[in-house]
T-cell receptor, first 112, second 112 residues
Framework: EAQVTQNPRYLITVTGKKLTVTCSQN?????MSWYRQDPGLGLRQIYY???????DKGDVPEGYKVSRKEKRNFPLILESPSPNQTSLYFC???????????FGPGTRLTVT | QKEVEQNSGPLSVPEGAIASLNCTYS??????FFWYRQYSGKSPELIMF????GDKEDGRFTAQLNKASQYVSLLIRDSQPSDSATYLC????????????FGTGTRLTIIP
């Protein structure tokens, strides 16, 4: 089944404790993105990648890191999480010849 | 930066009526647009893509794009309770990048 998977789906952590949210797609898509969604602010892009080893900032990259060492994986790294990073996070991917993005199921992160 | 504005709602529409959702944008260079639907607690899913002035119809959904006035709209005919969701619009990325800026979304409620 073609899909985008994210892990974990739910995470509660404390300020300053490094964490990684994984994202994996099995569709051989070139493009991948990370978004966060907050009430009243909508869906905002954090980082995107256009292929292996090619990443760039979205609208809200501060406090986040990404890497794209393999085509299928695009992890989101929070080196020192803070409460303002409490949010719902989505990973998405699409093929270079298509306009449709496929979203993962989301990761709800709470930083206390 | 592509600014996209949507009325956050909630927009309440009786079952069977036409729901009209609007989106305005500031970047005159935007050529094509997405409409995504997002059910509460779920990930967004693409429902329409429009790239030329005028109307595009797909079942009960019609997207309208007016580049001169810089707005894009989504009409849902014969609204059903299952259409109750948040609708997000976004201009497609420029060629050569994957930067995507969504509107904040309009929450639609269909009243039985």
């Amino acid at each position: 089944e073609a899909q985008v998977t994210q892990n974990p789906r739910y995470l509660i952590t404390v300020t300053g404790k490094k964490l990684t949210v994984t994202c994996s797609q099995n569709m051989n898509h070139e493009y991948m993105s990370w978004y966060r969604q907050d009430p009243g602010l909508g869906l905002r892009q954090i980082y995107y990648s256009m292929n292996v080893e090619v990443t760039d900032k979205g609208d809200v990259p501060e406090g986040y890191k990404v890497s794209r060492k393999e085509k299928r994986n695009f992890p989101l790294i929070l080196e020192s999480p803070s409460p303002n990073q409490t949010s719902l996070y989505f990973c998405a991917s699409r093929a270079s010849g298509s306009y449709e993005q496929y979203f993962g199921p989301g990761t709800r992160l709470t930083v206390t | 930066q592509k600014e996209v504005e949507q009325n956050s709602g909630p927009l309440s529409v009786p079952e069977g009526a036409i729901a009209s959702l609007n989106c305005t944008y500031s970047d005159r260079g935007s050529q094509s647009f997405f409409w995504y639907r997002q059910y509460s607690g779920k990930s967004p899913e693409l429902i329409m893509f429009i790239y030329s002035n005028g109307d595009k119809e797909d079942g009960r959904f019609t997207a309208q794009l007016n580049k001169a006035s810089q707005y894009v709209s989504l009409l849902i005919r014969d609204s059903q309770p299952s259409d109750s969701a948040t609708y997000l619009c976004a201009p497609s990325p420029n060629f050569g990048n994957e930067k995507l800026t969504f509107g904040t979304g309009t929450r639609l409620t269909i009243i039985p």
